[in-house]
T-cell receptor, first 115, second 112 residues
Framework: AQSVSQHNHHVILSEAASLELGCNYSYGGTVNLFWYVQYPGQHLQLLLKYFSGDPLVKGIKGFEAEFIKSKFSFNLRKPSVQWSDTAEYFCAVIYSGAGSYQLTFGKGTKLSVIP | SQTIHQWPATLVQPVGSPLSLECTVEGTSNPNLYWYRQAAGRGLQLLFYSVGIGQISSEVPQNLSASRPQDRQFILSSKKLLLSDSGFYLC???????????FGPGTRLTVT
């Protein structure tokens, strides 16, 4: 079965610290990868996406993620976090193919940024 | 631009009562529509998806059903709620043929 693993349940950082959230997915063919973010009291928003091409993708608010095919990973990074980045982050994968609609999500990583 | 609405935002229902959650999308035609459930510490689980009016696919056998009576309307229902149906229900949409999905604000359902 397809699965996505997020390594950290809760990460606590001080402002200006660098962030890296791990995400690994199970092998299943050609993948499309996503990071979603859920700010407190807000709905789930698409942060960035990877379909093909340059494995380093840039998203909104200074976030980026790198697709490493050999490691089945799609880690999320930000060089310097802000208090406003406090949120829950979800990695998700959908496998290419006819009739492929199911986004498989990781369990999420809660990020707390301390001012 | 496209927007997605869900209501109600919160709902408290007794065990055995019926359920109807509604989702509508504006600003697009013939979207794919999805119902997810988010349980604490368990990520999101796809419940149903629809690629067109009257076309519903179920991913998880359960006490719930879905219907799509109109192009941009998706309804999640139950005839008799169970305690285990409590959770946060999210509706999402995507353009036909596209993989990225966009989520609504969700409905917090508590079954007592």
């Amino acid at each position: 079965a397809q699965s996505v693993s997020q390594h950290n349940h809760h990460v606590i950082l001080s402002e200006a610290a660098s962030l890296e959230l791990g995400c690994n997915y199970s092998y299943g063919g050609t993948v499309n990868l996503f990071w979603y973010v859920q700010y407190p009291g807000q709905h789930l928003q698409l942060l960035l996406k990877y379909f093909s091409g340059d494995p380093l993708v840039k998203g909104i608010k200074g976030f980026e993620a790198e697709f490493i095919k050999s490691k089945f990973s799609f880690n999320l990074r930000k060089p310097s976090v802000q208090w406003s980045d406090t949120a829950e982050y979800f990695c998700a994968v959908i496998y290419s193919g006819a009739g492929s609609y199911q986004l498989t999500f990781g369990k999420g990583t809660k990020l707390s940024v301390i001012p | 631009s496209q927007t997605i609405h869900q209501w109600p935002a919160t709902l408290v229902q007794p065990v055995g009562s019926p359920l109807s959650l509604e989702c509508t999308v504006e600003g697009t035609s013939n979207p794919n529509l999805y119902w997810y459930r988010q349980a604490a510490g368990r990520g999101l689980q796809l419940l149903f998806y629809s690629v067109g009016i009257g076309q519903i696919s179920s991913e998880v056998p359960q006490n719930l059903s879905a219907s799509r009576p109109q192009d941009r309307q998706f309804i999640l229902s139950s005839k008799k709620l169970l305690l285990s149906d409590s959770g946060f229900y999210l509706c999402a949409w995507s353009l036909s043929g596209r993989y990225e999905q966009y989520f609504g604000p969700g409905t917090r359902l508590t079954v007592t």
